[in-house]
């Protein structure tokens, strides 16, 4: 779809600046793919820490470089000085690229994003993922933290736009003073989720699951906070019900001993984004857990409610966020009180013995869905080329 784009003679340029290693992250992914598939020139510069992927290649139309330095995540305070690094890098990188629009994903790219936009007199499209401040909050520290929160209110009032996966975070920023919001959440593709003839019993059979067993899965980051050891728990004491975990984190090892043959958790290991939808929709319900305490809680729209909507499944999960906001208001879930055992087995009893979540997810993944995501980046862009004239 091309929304006034002319790909022969006004080729708009983006650049997007992220702070993973793009393999690839499924919303940077998600937008790149909409503004190029738009007319656009994409291009992603990304931070890969670990420096296992290609320093430069082509990913589904999208231009891909990758710098350092070397790093991992969840460094805290002591990230600052690779952040340092990275900065300088990117600088010298971007100094030598043509663009006409400077995507930043998260707090941590911005300050790069608003030097070389306002050198370059180009529009700075600042994509917050999260609250970013509130996310680091337990690994930096109060005087960081403060620091962050004064920077993010500081930048997010410089920049042309502000793009957010939910309506909350939206209100935050234009709280900031922000001078002009987009809501494009995490939102998913149902055709991506359909299920085909045999790919349910396909996937299952990979990893050891019955096919007539009632399975949860939990598919994403594997820590503390996302309640998995809790989730074990509960499914051991729920007879004939079954786990899959899948992901990377600090709790990978812990999963994988869980797991084991003949027994009901399963664990797949780091699951490709592209695999993602085939092995949500061979399970009957999505598990998304997370610790209501965190300030990023109250803003928590995450990809696993959009997957299940997507997959027609229903979501169990705690009181807190757009989450709970989106589960309640259509019906498509089960929001437990909290993540003892006790309270996740009787949620997922719930979500077994339920027959009327498939109308609430069937409405509430007409309403969240990719479509309306990819339209409301495009047309940010749109406006943004037309408001900066002929591209560079």
Request: some cysteine; charged content about 25%; hydrophobic content about 45%.
């Amino acid at each position: 779809m091309s929304i006034g784009f002319d790909a022969e003679a006004t080729i708009g340029r983006i650049l997007m600046l992220l702070g993973n290693g793009y393999d690839p992250d499924p919303r940077v992914r998600a937008e790149a793919l909409a503004l190029s598939r738009a007319g656009l020139r994409v291009s992603v510069l990304a931070w890969d820490r670990d420096g296992a992927s290609r320093p430069e290649e082509e990913m589904e139309g999208v231009s891909v470089t990758r710098i350092g330095p070397r790093s991992t995540h969840g460094r805290g305070r002591g990230q600052s000085g690779y952040l340092l690094r990275f900065w300088a890098r990117a600088v010298r990188t971007i100094s030598r690229q043509r663009f006409d629009i400077l995507w930043c994903h998260d707090l941590d790219m911005l300050p790069v994003g608003v030097l070389l936009g306002g050198v370059r007199s180009r529009p700075v499209v600042f994509d917050a993922h999260e609250s970013y401040p509130d996310m680091v909050a337990g690994s930096v520290g109060p005087g960081w933290t403060a620091a962050l929160r004064w920077l993010e209110r500081h930048l997010a009032r410089r920049v042309s736009a502000v793009v957010t996966v939910g309506e909350r975070l939206a209100a935050k920023f234009r709280g900031m003073g922000a001078r002009r919001t987009v809501v494009a959440g995490n939102w998913k593709d149902p055709a991506e989720y359909r299920v085909v003839s045999g790919s349910r019993a396909a996937a299952r059979k990979r990893y050891g699951v019955p096919l007539e067993a009632w399975l949860v899965t939990s598919i994403g980051f594997l820590g503390a906070e996302r309640k998995l050891a809790e989730l074990i728990a509960a499914v051991e004491g729920l007879p004939d019900a079954h786990v899959l975990i899948g992901g990377r984190g600090p709790l990978e090892e812990a999963c994988r001993s869980a797991a084991g043959p003949g027994g009901r958790v399963h664990f797949a290991g780091w699951v490709p984004p592209a695999e993602v939808p085939a092995l949500t929709a061979a399970g009957d319900a999505v598990f998304y857990g997370f610790d209501p305490a965190s300030g990023n809680a109250r803003y928590s729209a995450p990809n696993k409610l959009f997957e299940a909507l997507a997959a027609g499944l229903p979501v169990i999960t705690g009181p807190f966020g757009e989450i709970e906001e989106v589960v309640r208001a259509y019906g498509c879930g089960v929001v437990i009180p909290d993540y003892r055992p006790a309270s996740i087995r009787d949620g997922l009893s719930r979500a077994r013995g339920g027959t009327s979540f498939s109308a609430g997810c069937r409405r509430a993944a007409e309403r969240y869905c990719r479509a309306r995501a990819d339209e409301a980046v495009r047309t940010l862009a749109a406006s943004l080329l037309g408001a900066a004239g002929a591209p560079a």
